[in-house]
């Protein structure tokens, strides 16, 4: 029988409620540390490797040494895979820089916390796709190095908690005139016919969902541009999406309480969104991730 509970820390599988670390761990007293969401699908992975690398390109931004390798790394997903029992599940993983005296320094000679587990991935609701996602504008109050997916995200917490408060899904973030992303998403948007989002740069988090977004929207042919989205354009825009490894593509139907384009998803978006699932249907049955 499965154990639902097992979870990995530190070179061993263990129950949840055993999974204990130091209240000195510096993911605990700092937010010192990286991670990463990876869905799976028919448990296999969803693109790993590029997953794999936005986490050494996160551990090299914060000057941590990587404890395991891609093989590794890949061993013990599939491990954790196996201790869960749904077929979609959502992979954590999370490194810190382990556990030592307080002190804003780097500790020396201190091995990373590292941990991980799996728990059961849900596609977002029928009915929300049907009426769309409501976001409201807030500033981007966040620091200059969006591109790492830090551990240390309050103020995504905030933002995301100040958009529930009122009555939202999610916060489209602006900064210096123009839209970066989502607290936990990345931004698209469609202007007659041309599917946008930002350049990658320090200012958001490189989404894996959103490449692969641009990938089938190259692939179907659908014009694409990676440009900033100035805030009237974001306004104006005929249709919203919001990306991520759990919220796959969102259509964004209401936007500080004003309808988006016809105020349903549109017509790109069921497209991209048909796609989306073909994709996620293909590595189910086994497919190879390369579409
Ligand atoms: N968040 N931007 C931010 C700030 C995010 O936190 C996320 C994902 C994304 C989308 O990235 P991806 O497509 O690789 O999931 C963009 C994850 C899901 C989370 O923190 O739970």
């Known amino acids: 029988m499965k154990n639902r509970n097992s979870v990995y820390l530190n070179g061993e599988f263990l129950p949840l409620a055993e999974a204990k670390i130091s209240v000195l761990d510096r993911g605990f007293i700092f937010g010192d540390g990286v991670y990463e969401v990876i869905p799976c699908y028919g448990r296999r992975p969803f693109r790993l490797a590029e ?15 990587n404890p395991l390798n891609a093989a590794e790394w890949e061993k013990l997903l599939l491990q954790l895979i196996t201790r869960c029992d749904a077929e979609d599940q959502s992979l954590y993983l999370q490194i810190t820089r382990g556990t ?28 929300l796709l049907e009426r769309g996602a409501s976001a409201i504008t807030l500033d981007d109050i966040r620091w200059r190095y969006c591109h790492i997916k830090a551990i240390s995200l309050l103020p995504n917490v ?13 916060a489209i973030l602006l900064r210096d005139g123009g839209a970066t992303e989502g607290a936990a998403s990345n931004l ?15 200012r958001l988090l490189p989404g894996i969902t959103r490449d692969l977004v641009l990938e089938l929207a190259e692939a179907a042919n659908i014009p694409c541009r990676e440009q900033g989205i100035p805030e009237a354009e974001l306004r104006s825009a005929d249709e919203i999406w919001l990306t991520s490894s759990t919220k796959e593509i969102l ?3 209401r936007l500080d309480s004003a309808p988006v384009g016809d105020g ?13 699932q073909q994709y996620k249907q293909h590595l189910r049955d086994g497919g190879e991730t390369d579409h």
Do not use: C
């Open 251 to 253: 259509p964004v139907t």
């Open 188 to 202: 698209f948007i469609v202007r007659n016919g041309t599917l946008i989002t930002p350049p990658k740069d320090n």
């Open 264 to 276: 349903v998803p549109g017509p790109l978006w069921q497209q991209m969104h048909q796609r989306y």
């Open 100 to 127: 030592a005296s307080r002190d804003h320094g780097f500790p020396a000679n201190t091995p990373p916390t590292v941990f991980a587990m799996s728990n059961p991935l849900k596609p977002p609701a029928p009915a």
């Open 51 to 65: 997953h794999l690398t936005r986490l050494q390109h996160s551990l090299d931004a914060i000057k941590l040494t």
């Open 158 to 170: 905030l933002l995301r908690q100040q958009a529930l408060e009122a009555d939202a899904d999610e």
